[in-house]
């Protein structure tokens, strides 16, 4: 089955800095690749996500890259605000969901 | 409405009860998925339906009886359950699911349930 790695598990970033992270699939037939921000006692909630045909998507402060050679996909966070604190979850899809371990990513004001 | 709707909030119940999960929602969606989710973890996938049939089932204990009476509605009967079942129980749907294409999965607010 897939398996997804995510990295860093921790993240502390400075207000107005960028953030950055990564993640890993095992499997080739995954075609889709969500990421959800989670924030204490909330839903996950969807906030960009990236098929298989395209290497780069961008809404606003966050966009995702997706290499499907090297089987990477990153989320990046520009200028970033203090309402962006919360865990993030990267997700691999063939069919199913499979999430990553999950990143705190924690705004310094 | 574009929302997935889950209560109770909360929920705590004893090792000999019976009790049940309720998710809804109406964007049309055709598929309807639960998770678990314990703390500081990702959510575990433990069942799908598509089109009001059970299409996975992630080897969840049968103390676990998900059911699917109609489009937009999805249970989650709970018997016998064990302290170690508490967690977080998110409801999600899609538009479909299945084939070539994968479909954004839209989460409900979830039940906090805890095993006593």
């Known amino acids: 089955g897939e398996n997804v790695e995510q990295h860093p598990s921790t993240l502390s970033v400075q207000e107005g800095d960028s953030a950055v992270i990564k993640c890993t699939y095992s499997?080739?037939?995954?075609?889709?690749f969500p990421w959800y921000k989670q924030e204490l006692g909330k839903r996950p909630q969807l906030i960009i996500d990236?098929?298989?045909?395209?290497g780069e998507k961008k809404d606003q402060r966050i966009a995702v890259t997706l290499n499907k050679t090297a089987k990477h996909f990153s989320l990046h966070i520009t200028e970033t605000q203090p309402e962006d604190s919360a865990v993030y979850f990267c997700a691999a899809s063939n069919e199913k969901l499979t999430f990553g371990t999950g990143t705190r990513l924690t705004i310094i004001p | 409405d574009t929302e997935v709707t889950q209560t109770p909030k909360h929920l705590v119940m004893g090792m000999t009860n019976k009790k049940s999960l309720k998710c809804e929602q109406h964007?049309?969606?055709?598929?309807m998925y639960w998770y678990k989710q314990k703390a500081k973890k990702p959510p575990e996938l433990m069942f799908v339906?598509?089109?009001?049939?059970?299409?996975i089932n992630e080897s969840v204990p049968s103390r676990f009886s998900p059911e699917c009476p109609n489009s937009s509605l999805l249970n989650l009967h709970l018997h016998a359950l064990q302290p170690e079942d508490s967690a977080l129980y998110l409801c999600a749907s899609s538009p479909a699911m299945g084939g070539a294409r994968s479909y954004e999965q839209y989460f409900g607010p979830g039940t906090r349930l805890t095993v006593t």
């Open positions: 499997d080739s037939a995954s075609n889709y």
């Open positions: 990236i098929r298989s045909n395209v």
């Open positions: 964007m049309g969606h055709r598929a």
């Open positions: 339906y598509s089109y009001e049939k059970l299409s």
